[in-house]
Every structure is written in C-alpha cells, then in structure tokens.
C-alpha cells in the first residue's frame, strides 16, 4: 500500500467564542460571536452588574506562539491563538499568594492577568512572573 503525501490544510471554518470578565467581581463570560456583533448586546452578570459589550464587526485570526498582537483598527477584533494554563497551576499559585498576605481575589485577578498574556508550565514560574510585576499591578 503506498502512502500519499501530506499536504497542507488550511481551514474552512472557525467557530469562536469570546470571553469578557466582570470589573466588579472578576467572572467571567462567554458569548458568541453573534452576540458580539448584535448592537447593544449586554450581559448581566451574577453579581447584577450590567456589563454592555463594544460592538465587533469582523474577526481576524492569527496564529502566534506566546505573542500578543495589538490591534488598530478597534472595530476588528484579533484573536490570538496560545497555549493555556492548566488550571491546577493557577490554584496553586492563588494559595501561595494568599500565604503572602494576598486576598483570594486579588491573588485571582494578578493570576488571570497573567496567564492571559502567556503560558506557564508551573506555579512557581507564575507566582516568580506576578511578584516580579507586583510594582506595575499595584
């Protein structure tokens, strides 16, 4: 049996979900691209904040390892792909900020801020990536 060569796919379609995070109390929700590009569209939240999204009409996807890419245009969103924390890794981190006198929250929110922007492979690389950051979070 001969084996035929590999090619190259590109993809035919993109499903993608978008996540925007409570200013009051720090959830997080999802919603779908329709629903960011419906005009006025508001999640209420469990902490009955009215959080009202900012109108998206297009997406753009672009593949990056650890980078983030700013965009200009801010009627176009940019969606880029990297690798997640586990989230064992952030339990583990938020407990170790707590033992330094952090509250759980803010152990939470330092964690997330964080791991948004790049991957770690343990705690202790993030807890060293927030504490060495702690002057520009406060």
């Known amino acids: 049996m001969k084996i035929k060569k590999i090619k ?3 993809s035919i379609e993109c499903v993608a979900d978008l996540r925007y995070r409570c200013s009051s109390c720090g959830v997080d929700h999802w919603i779908s691209m329709k629903e960011a590009k419906t005009t006025g ?3 209420v939240c469990d902490c009955a904040s009215l ?3 900012k109108l998206i009409k ?5 593949y990056h390892e650890d980078t983030v890419v700013k965009q200009k245009d801010s009627s176009l969103a940019t969606v880029v792909v990297i690798e997640k924390t586990d989230e064992t890794i952030i ?3 938020c407990s170790a900020l707590n033992a330094y006198g952090f509250t759980a929250q803010e152990s939470m929110q330092m964690a997330l ?5 790049e991957a770690f492979k ?3 690389s993030l807890i060293e990536k927030i504490l060495s ?3 520009n979070i406060i």
């Open 41 to 43: 569209f508001i999640i």
């Open 8 to 10: 190259n796919l590109k």
């Open 91 to 93: 339990k583990q981190a």
């Open 58 to 62: 297009d997406i753009k996807i672009i």
């Open 113 to 117: 801020k964080h791991t948004d922007k």
């Open 122 to 124: 343990d705690a202790k």
């Open 133 to 135: 950051n702690l002057e």
């Open 51 to 53: 959080l009202k999204v």
